[in-house]
């Protein structure tokens, strides 16, 4: 076991702050936020999505952050680390394992998807076709495996790549020009879905609550987005603290993180519901409405060859940040646990993820008609995180958090000019958001 010293930190402050907000920030943003949220009907599942955010998000984002500082150590250690060797408490971090695998499994398939759709924008296929046409194109990419599966491997090949680098030039210099550079690329699309004539059905379709609308299953939904989308109840962000030296941004990084975060997909939730409300396209279509409707509104806009390129090529480095989070968490484990070189273990295990995805890539054709528990495997790795181990572990850090490491964390985490909140903030951990979590997991569990 390698001293703290001997460990890489961040280089700087900003650095850590936006390694952080990579990892948050991805195709949980722009592509399943608002494709959760059409399938669950609007403002409602978005209102109990921002309560979760700010209610249970938020403190077990502290509370990651806190004890990855504390225990500068990978996901399984940190456990051991803060409380004591052998602690049992190191079977969430195994769990978190399980839960990057997972992920990481679909959300690379995913960011083949994106990948097609770079090549398509730089092909030109979307500018000057009818919509129709524009609808098609995912519908081709499913079709064919070898289009899947070829995508698929790019993106956890360049995963793979950044990773193998180590932290300080795999990570850091991403994430400095490109984040910002999503954000207003964004924001120039909210620019112009501000005058598309939809864009009144969609603000209210996005921040009126219906909750008639709203299932049990939903808002389990809406608490497991709430995770996916900080990258919380894995690991994750425990791992990222755990590269931090000090300890003083951990509130600050966590407020600036969350805020972003959710700012960033009311915005493409805005953009693509105008979209869909302009052009009368249904709002419930799934996981293939990012697809759909921004290349529609690409084909429209003057310059859209760039925009449209612009945009995928965007989108896909903000998700290689999250997708090289996911398998960080994995190498730092498996590098530190059992002392195997960095690079190796980097290859095994975008290996063994690729593999894995394998089956989710083929979930749309070959293995289309292959149900475990009604879901075929893309669902049911994402269905299996999202609703169930993410929540799980979330709840189970922010137990740790509140009853194993107790008042003097939440003093320590908060400072001294804010001690205030370090009661309330101790009592969330310790019995809200468990709660929150437990109620929504057992309602929700029996929907689904
Ligand atoms: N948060 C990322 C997104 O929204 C996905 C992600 C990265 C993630 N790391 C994670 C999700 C860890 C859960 C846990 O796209």
Redesign the pocket.
Known sequence: MSPPASRAHWSTRLAFILAAAG???????????PYITGMNGGGAFVAVYLVCIAAVGLPIFIAELYIGQKAQANVVRAFEATHRPGSPWRFVGWM?LL??IL??SF?SVVGGWVLDFVYRSLTNQFAGHSDEEIKGVLGTLFSSPGRQLFWHALFMGGTVAIVLQGLKEGLERWNRILMPALFVLLLLLLGRALFLPGIGKALTFLFVPDASRLTAAGVLEAVGHS???????????ITYGSYLGSREALTRTALSVAAL?TLI?LTAGTVIFSVVFTYGLDAGSGPTLMFQTLPMLFARLPGGYLVSLAFFLLVTF??LT??I??LE?MVTYWVEQHGKPRKQTALVLGALVYGMGILSALSTNLLAHVKLLGHTFFDLADKT??SLT?PLGGALISIFFGWVLGPQAAEEVVGPRFKWAARPLMWTARVLAPLAVAVVLVRGLREW
């Open positions: 990892s948050a920030v991805g195709l949980g943003n722009i592509w399943k936020f978190g839960s990057a992920i990481l959300y995770f996916f989308t900080l990258s919380l109840g894995m690991g994750a962000i975060d997909a903000a998700a999250s997708a989070s996911l968490v995180t999202s993410l």
